[in-house]
């Protein structure tokens, strides 16, 4: 059976006449953690709007599980992919657990309220994340970080089998960058789910991810295996700048180095 959970071919992308993604052609697997990193302003989120139906591609199709991604209704569609996205702000006084509970609003039935088994999501991803002491206090009384830490215990929560993080650890601390990490690659490789992550730290993407996709202005410039891909080429090929790739050989993680320049 193909382990193909999204087949993407020849897709193309404008705001208004501003063309933003291009000749994207390519297949993603059941199971793996992908990583997708470039320079600011490549289409990065842009690219994953259109993997999570909340745009349209101009040209060429997303299919999903074996469907055209825009034909799913949206229900079932937050049944199968969660997203963590860069940003997210809400005008209303909500705590930490009304937002974790988000999650779980596409399983529960309109007018109803929420069953055994979405208060144990709810409280199985706070725990996961490290947020239960926070459950009863307000959202936007909460430090960038904590925030940040909320929407992805909300994403946990949702539980689905594809996971699309919009630089989710960006505000976050070391440890609980590692934290997330960590258990999205448990994710990963105990119930083969299939994360697919905006990150701009190259150690990270290159410590946790099992496919790069390099993008520079609206296309896929590299992809392929992280040992591969993760390379001194392809780094100043995307990012103009210099950077030694170590560790090929040690078997571990890669290490990048980059080169700081002069300083004046
Ligand atoms: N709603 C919009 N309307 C018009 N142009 C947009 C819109 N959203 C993004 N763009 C433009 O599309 C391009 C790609 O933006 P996108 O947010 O996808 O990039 P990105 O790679 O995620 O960037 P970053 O790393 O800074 O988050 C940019 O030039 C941006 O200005």
Known sequence: MSSTIFS???ISFSYNDSLVLHD????????KFYGIVGPNGCGKTTFLDLLIGNRKPDQGEIVFMGRKINDYPRKQLAHLIGLVPQEFSTGFEYTVEEIVLMGRHPYIPRFGSPSAEDWDHVKNAMETIGILDARNRQFTE???GQKQRAVVARAFAQNTPVLLFDEATASLDIQYTLQIFNVAKKLVKTEKRTIIAVIHDLNLAAGYCDEILFMRE???QHFGATRQVMSSENILDVFG???NVSGRQQGGNLQINFHYGELS
């Open 142 to 144: 909460l430090s960038g």
């Open 24 to 31: 994207i052609s390519l297949s993603l697997e059941k199971g």
């Open 8 to 10: 993407i071919e020849d």
């Open 218 to 220: 609206g296309r896929i």
């Open 241 to 243: 700048v210099h950077a």
